[in-house]
């Protein structure tokens, strides 16, 4: 979820499931047919996932554990005051 949050996804939890179950997905695959193309093509599926994700709105980039990336780390509560 870190990845989805940094993105700054507006739901960075479901977007972290998201990339988590494609990843998933895409390690038994390619175990299982012994091709590491599968990797390949998820990193560019999660590419566009992480590029269609609907975004925060703007000024607003606080992760799920409510830090503001934008301002070196602060607490929500504290940026802008």
């Known amino acids: 979820m870190a990845t989805a949050a940094e993105a700054g996804a507006a739901d960075p939890e479901i977007l972290g499931r998201q990339l988590a179950v494609l990843y998933e997905v895409a390690t038994a695959l390619a175990a299982s047919s012994n091709d590491a193309e599968a990797l390949t093509d998820a990193w560019r599926a999660a590419e566009t996932l992480l590029g269609a ?5 703007p000024g607003v980039s606080a992760g799920v554990d409510g830090v503001d990336r934008r301002s070196g780390g602060a607490p929500v509560s504290e940026v802008g005051s």
């Open 53 to 57: 994700a609907p975004k925060t709105a």
